[in-house]
């Protein structure tokens, strides 16, 4: 896969969970993109359990759900690990 393409599915995939995941994330493009690329390899590692070949790099119409889907995953422990650093008063 080229690099634009991994851009633009992480791009996605982190665009749809952030409207998917429920809360106010503050981030810019950027962060959105590199947590849709962390969500597309934590998917393409879930994703690869299921498939018979094992492959994970390559393109195929479940990698987006499976991108969003660890997208979600990754947003939302990064949204725990910024509300323990918060103070509580």
Same mark, same amino acid.
């Given at each position: &896969?080229? $690099?634009?393409?991994?851009? *633009?599915?992480?791009? /996605? #995939?982190?665009?749809?969970?952030?409207? /998917?995941?429920?809360?106010?994330?503050?981030?810019?493009?950027? #962060?959105? &993109?590199? $947590?849709g690329i962390a969500g597309s390899f934590v998917g393409?590692?879930?994703?690869?359990?299921?498939?018979?070949?094992?492959? &994970?790099?390559?393109?195929?119409?479940?990698? /987006? $759900?499976?991108?969003? $889907?660890? #997208? &979600? /995953?990754?947003?939302f422990l990064v949204g725990l690990a910024g509300r323990?650093?918060? *103070?509580?008063?």
């Amino acid at each position: &896969m080229s $690099i634009l393409a991994f851009l *633009v599915i992480g791009l /996605l #995939a982190g665009l749809i969970a952030r409207a /998917l995941l429920p809360g106010n994330q503050s981030m810019g493009l950027i #962060a959105t &993109m590199l $947590i849709g690329i962390a969500g597309s390899f934590v998917g393409g590692f879930i994703g690869s359990f299921f498939r018979s070949d094992g492959r &994970m790099w390559d393109l195929h119409p479940s990698g /987006l $759900i499976f991108s969003v $889907i660890g #997208a &979600m /995953l990754v947003l939302f422990l990064v949204g725990l690990a910024g509300r323990s650093r918060r *103070v509580r008063v």
